[in-house]
């Protein structure tokens, strides 16, 4: 009946097309590069789990790692205010390229500010 935003951004496909365009942005980003791995693939993989639950589709993040605890696993990574901004540009560029529009991109969108936000856990000189 009523459509989740996991099926108004067009699901599985739409999805692994934003992942794979952020991680490229992230793998050169140089306030980022240097705390994620050098290959990306399990890190996208995934994130695609994530973002699918994230949205309100399948559990699949849950149903391979248990709950998310997102903060607790990002606490071994310094995560300053400018890498939440950089991490956030990634994703809108990420965004522009595969042409996400619309609500479901804005609402997204605003939600990704808040749970990176929630995500920094270093003050910006101690990096
Ligand atoms: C994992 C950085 C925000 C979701 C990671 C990893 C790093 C990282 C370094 C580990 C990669 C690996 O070892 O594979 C950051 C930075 C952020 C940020 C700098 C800036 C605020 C977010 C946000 C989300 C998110 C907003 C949610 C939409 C995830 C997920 C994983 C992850 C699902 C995989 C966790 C796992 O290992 O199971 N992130 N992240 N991150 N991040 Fe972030």
Same mark, same amino acid.
């Given at each position: 009946?009523?459509?989740?935003? #996991? ?9 692994? /097309? ?13 306030? =980022? ?12 993989? /995934?994130? /695609?789990?994530? =973002?699918?639950?994230? =949205? ?13 605890? %997102?903060?607790?696993?990002? =606490?071994?990574?310094? $995560?300053?205010?400018?890498?939440? /901004?950089?991490? %956030? ?10 042409? %996400? ?7 997204? #969108?605003?939600? %990704? $500010? ?14």
């Amino acid at each position: 009946m009523f459509q989740s935003p #996991y099926e108004a951004i067009g699901g599985e496909q739409v999805i692994a /097309k934003l992942v794979d365009a952020f991680y490229e942005r992230v793998a050169k980003h140089p306030d =980022l590069s240097p705390i994620f791995p050098k290959d990306l693939t399990e890190t996208a993989r /995934k994130q /695609k789990q994530f =973002l699918t639950q994230y =949205l309100g589709g399948p559990p699949l993040y849950t149903a391979e790692h248990g709950h998310p605890m %997102l903060r607790a696993r990002h =606490l071994p990574f310094p $995560i300053t205010p400018t890498r939440a /901004k950089a991490w %956030l540009a990634c994703m809108h560029e990420a965004m522009d390229e595969i042409g %996400l529009n619309g609500p479901v991109r804005d609402e997204l #969108y605003q939600r %990704l $500010i808040l749970t990176a936000q929630h995500m920094i856990n270093t003050p910006e000189d101690e990096r």
